[in-house]
């Protein structure tokens, strides 16, 4: 092994599918291993450290510890340097992580200084944590008043941590999903809860939290990866430093596997849900181990013939039998060391859950005797070699990810980044034994004995129950308390609460590496598309290396289709893809498409169409596909038969794919319980966030539930009334990015399309309905969340600059500190749009206190933010670093088409930035009084169980 600084190089190779060099080395005094990725043409900087955390028990140690790592170390004393640096950095990810078997801590920047800054705080802060107690008390869990420091209010659970996943327990799906992998590993790690379950997080103490760090935070459970331009030599020396000290002598950290089942095994769970919900039903089996990153990708591609597409035979067999109405968690999971491969079906009535398992069983057996369609296999390895090789949006991060998770489980990590190894390899097996896949349904799943089939029925009551005897229990332990005890605990209560106000010292505060303004890039903005009108319509190409994949983005500009088929649209928009047509049905159209693209996409948004008013905005409807440079014209001509000749009359498909969406759409609503109570709240404030909710909110899923055999007929009418308009007036955009060779034929595939040659023109504000301004949501289960939303002003307003600083400041501060540190919320935050300014809070045991400080940031927020020269100066240089993204294939049409709405160019960007660089105090004390005068407007949503709006004395309530 050759030496370099104070690493040991164990393989060096340039890896032509990362477009790197690849070094693996070993720290030789501490035995940390470090993956470097060297990418010269990669402008973002990115870090993170792994380690090895494979859970004992279900009281979310490592989740608490991820936590609680960042809240202080020996070099940087700081109280929440995470926080301090998302306040003053110009990080373009900044995070920690949890899985089921590790831990991770990754952060990147496009600053190289502050990349160094990042990387020399998070090592500190991983190998030199303060640990404090009152930490593990108010990020993990603690016993606590429900009015704190009150002795005579009842006690509670609570803190940060025990807050997060009693909201992910709420999720009827990430219950299942726990509980699937707990009947599947009963007695191994894959089996326990890394994140913590509710019930058991109490019974964590402080000193087993500590024995949980000591035993797995030490520089030889530790994977250190970077992807950068720095030279490996450089970003080893600067590692180094940070390890020095540390001695190669620690115990392997050993994870627990669950041996083999002998037989199959059949449980019924209670989860979340109304009574009169319907069951999940899922067949789950340990499919294979980690070791060999070709079986890894070849489970991957198994999940996609059987289970991805409408053409896919086992999702075709579940959905066709009509026993439910979609499919539930399936798939493979390629995550922990012990693999899971499940098939599964949501909205199944109890009595037909054996006809599921039978049909599951039957619809495999029949693949293994009559074989896969070889032209579904060909285009599934089409559609998979394409995704892997495509550079997406989050490059830095899906390297990182591989790496680690390789390198967790001893792995070979050059195989495992080495994408044209592994498809060859893949290719070889399949070509050799034409009856490959089919082999592995035999062996994994059909003659798997190590399989759980699960039913999972609604079953509120039960969980009603257990609340009520976590009330009971906690009443009695206050019963058998003392006085004393009790005192005691109300004065660490108000000590916790005092320690959490205080901020940290300005020696402290010291010890953190900050940027100047003078650190920040002047560059100009990178990316830019050239504007062509091509007979009549607007053809926006992009320079950018693609690395051989070619994008395409066809918009349409509905802004002016009548108010009535808005709601319509997110509906119609999706059926585009699922249904079949210029003859062909919609499995000859789906099986078409995959053998050309990486699958057509679309969507519907609204975007604000001018920089100077927060009332014009426009929806557009964009229907993208990326494909590989030979499939381009096939790819085109399948974009068009999808946009210009759909069927949309065939009642039967259309009320299956709805009954299939609305099911998706009910299980997104906890998960994503802020966004929606954000988008009612605005509702109120403006045409453009009127149909935003149509588009996005509880609207869009109350109309795809709607769709019956009653009311199906009116369905297609409004499709055919949008598809009329859209071929016939609505103006086109098409954005492209791929190799210049291909401009001209992409131009003129565009000038030949059908519909109309109108040009974008200038939209009327369009009026609106009223709102109330108070809204309740009704979900089942124990989380909440909370919105308020006021009108915002325009980017080109002269306090938008001091507008974004500030809600900034206070998201990052003010916020922070009220509702997730002392109220115990998992997030809360506050944001300046287009349209609205918004504060939110996410998965709140005290959403209405939440309301109370929403009101205060409004009415006093100026007093609640640190207008200090040197604080402020951090805001704004965390502010600026959007302005000039690193910007990957697949974001540039995107961004081209946001651009040339909303007649974004380089100027007005640099403009921008010149004005978001010169904000000051005055600037913020201005727009904090715009604010404050807009209270009168304010609107709120509350989403949360039938008790939570009861408390709110919410009258105006939205039923889900």
């Known amino acids: 092994m050759n030496q370099e600084s104070l690493f040991s190089i164990v393989r060096t190779e340039y890896i032509a599918s990362v477009r790197s060099t690849v070094t693996k080395a070993v720290h030789t005094e501490s035995g940390a291993e470090f993956v470097h990725v060297h990418c010269e043409e990669e402008r973002e900087n990115f870090f993170s450290a792994c380690f090895k955390t494979p859970p004992t028990n279900d009281t979310g140690v490592p989740h608490i510890i991820e936590h609680t790592v960042l809240n202080g170390s020996k070099k940087y004393p700081v109280k929440d340097p995470f926080m301090e640096m998302v306040k003053s950095s110009m990080a373009t990810f900044i995070n920690a992580m949890t899985y089921g078997d590790r831990t991770l801590y990754p952060c990147g920047s496009l600053n190289e200084k502050d990349f160094r800054n990042l990387v020399s705080i998070y090592m500190d802060a991983i ?61 191994g790690s894959c089996g326990k809860d890394s994140g913590g379950d509710p019930l058991a997080i109490p019974s964590l103490s402080y000193d087993q939290f500590k024995q949980f760090y000591n035993e797995h935070y030490h520089p030889s459970n530790c994977c250190l990866f970077s992807l950068t331009k720095i030279p490996f030599a450089e970003m080893a020396e600067f590692l180094g430093e940070a390890l020095s000290g540390f001695k190669n002598s620690h115990k392997p950290v050993e994870t627990v596997l669950q041996p083999r089942l002998q037989e199959p095994r059949r449980k019924s769970v209670p989860v979340p849900g109304a009574a009169d919900n319907k069951c999940t039903v899922a067949s789950t089996w340990m499919a294979n181990s980690a070791g060999n990153p070709v079986e890894t990708l070849a489970f991957s591609l198994l999940e996609d013939v059987l289970l991805d597409d409408d053409s896919s035979p086992v999702k075709a067999a579940l959905l066709d039998s009509e026993l439910g109405t979609g499919l539930s968690g399936c798939g493979y999971d390629s995550d922990p060391v012990q693999r899971n491969f499940v098939i599964g079906l949501k909205g199944v009535e109890k009595n037909d859950a054996e006809t599921v398992f039978s049909l599951i069983r039957t619809t495999l057996k029949a693949l293994v005797s009559d074989g896969l369609s070889p032209e579904l296999v060909k285009n599934m390895l089409h559609r998979k070699e394409l995704h892997l090789r495509a550079i997406g949006a989050s490059w830095p991060y899906s390297v990182m990810s591989s790496v680690c998770a390789a390198w967790t489980h001893g792995e070979d990590i050059f195989q495992s980044l080495d994408l044209n190894f592994l498809l060859k390899s893949l290719k070889e097996l399949m070509n050799e034994n034409p009856r490959f896949l089919e082999e592995m349904i035999e062996h994994h799943l059909l003659e798997n004995t190590h399989r759980v089939d699960c039913i999972f029925y609604p079953d509120e009551q039960h969980f009603l129950e257990e609340e009520k005897k976590v009330t009971a229990k906690l009443g009695t332990l206050k019963e058998e308390m003392s006085p004393a005890e009790l005192n005691n605990l109300a004065l660490r209560s108000e000590e916790l609460v005092a320690s959490m106000e205080a901020p940290s010292s300005k020696a402290a505060l010291a010890t953190l590496p900050k940027l100047s303004i003078s650190d920040v890039s002047t560059d100009p903005p990178a990316i830019f598309h050239k504007e062509i009108t091509v007979n009549g319509r607007l053809f926006l190409p992009t320079e950018i290396q693609t690395a051989g994949v070619c994008y395409a983005d066809l918009c349409f500009d509905l802004s002016e289709l009548p108010l009535d088929l808005v709601p319509h649209l997110p509906f119609f928009t999706s059926f585009l893809t ?27 948004t609204t975007v604000a169409s001018t920089a100077t008013s927060i009332d014009q905005y426009r929806v557009i409807l964009k229907a993208g ?46 998960p994503r319980g802020h966004v929606f109570a954000s988008l009612r709240a605005q ?54 990015a791929g190799p210049g060779a291909r401009e001209k034929e992409v131009s003129s595939w565009l000038e030949n399309l059908p519909g109309s040659h109108l040009g974008i023109t200038t939209q009327k504000p369009p009026e609106f309905p009223s709102i109330p301004d108070l809204t309740g949501v009704t979900i089942q289960g124990g989380t909440s969340f909370a919105a308020a939303a006021l009108p915002g002003i325009p980017s080109s307003h002269p306090l938008s600059g001091a507008g974004y600083v500030m809600m900034r400041m206070l998201s990052e501060g003010y ?30 045991p005290s959403p209405l206190s939440s309301l109370d400080t929403f009101k205060n940031a409004i009415l006093n927020g100026i007093h609640e933010v640190d207008l200090s020269s040197r604080t402020l100066e951090d805001s704004i240089i965390a502010s600026v670093k ?72 919410i009258s105006n309530r939205i039923e889900l």
């Open 127 to 187: 190998f030199h944590p303060l640990l404090k107690e009152e930490y593990f008390l108010q990020e993990g869990y603690r016993l606590d008043f429900e009015e704190p420091g009150n002795a005579k209010s009842p006690l509670v659970h609570n803190g940060v941590v025990y807050n997060e996943m009693k909201g992910a327990y709420s999720d009827p799906d990430s219950y299942i999903e726990r509980e699937m992998t707990r009947l599947l590993y009963p007695d």
């Open 578 to 604: 699922r249904t079949g047509a210029d003859g062909m049905d919609y499995l000859e159209m789906a099986e078409a498409e995959l053998a050309c693209s990486g699958g057509i996409g679309t969507s519907v």
């Open 625 to 670: 596909a990326h494909c590989l440079e030979e499939d381009l014209p096939a790819m085109l001509d399948i974009l068009r038969k999808r946009l210009f000749d759909p069927e949309l009359d065939n009642s039967e498909r259309i009320i299956m794919v709805a009954t299939e969406l609305a099911e998706h759409a009910r299980s997104s609503v906890i």
């Open 683 to 736: 509702a109120g404030l403006s045409a453009a966030s009127y149909a935003n909710e149509l588009l996005h909110g509880i609207p869009a899923l109350k109309q795809v539930a709607s769709i019956n055999g009653k009311t199906v007929k009116a369905e297609i009418k409004a499709m055919k009334a949008i598809h009329e308009y859209l071929t016939e007036r609505a103006p086109q955009i098409l954005a492209w």
């Open 815 to 844: 916020l922070w500190d009220e509702i997730r540190a002392k109220k115990g919320a998992y997030g809360a935050g506050s944001n300046l749009g287009g349209t609205a300014v918004t504060f939110y809070s996410y998965r709140d």
């Open 882 to 953: 959007g302005m000039n993204p690193a910007v990957r294939p697949p974001m540039a049409n995107g961004l081209a088409i946001l651009r040339q709405l909303r007649g974004i160019s380089i100027d007005l960007i640099a403009e921008r930035r010149e004005h978001l660089l010169n904000v000051n105090a005055e600037s913020i004390k201005e727009f904090a009084l715009l604010l404050k005068k807009r209270i009168s407007a304010l609107r709120v949503c509350v989403v949360g169980n039938k008790d939570v709006q009861d408390s709110a004395d």
